[in-house]
């Protein structure tokens, strides 16, 4: 975006505060191509970026989608009162 605005817009009548290459001093406009490179700046840092900072939350070795989940089984044990393990069961199942 610094690129962008440094080279200056006719349209919104935004000066130039750097003469990139082939300037023109008598019509005030820029020759270079100061979008291209702005646009090139942009996917450059855009994939530096990518590259640098990875996922804060990685699958496990495990292939686990989620870390509360082990391979479609809670990660809590089943209660041995009967009851519980029903209300766990639908509760796993989406129902409540």
């Known amino acids: 975006m610094l690129v962008r605005v440094t080279g200056g817009e006719e349209k919104l009548k935004i000066p130039a505060l750097l003469k990139y290459p082939g300037y023109d001093c008598v019509l005030k406009k820029q020759n270079f191509p100061f979008r291209t490179l702005a646009m090139i700046i942009s996917l450059i840092g855009c994939i530096v970026g990518s590259a640098v900072f990875t ?3 990685p699958l496990s070795p495990d292939g ?3 870390p509360f989940c082990r ?5 809590v044990p089943p209660s041995p009162n009967p009851e519980v393990q029903i209300v766990d069961k639908m509760r ?3 129902i409540i």
């Open 55 to 57: 996922d804060p939350h």
């Open 64 to 66: 686990e989608e989620t």
């Open 71 to 75: 391979k479609g089984k809670p990660s």
């Open 92 to 94: 796993l199942e989406g």
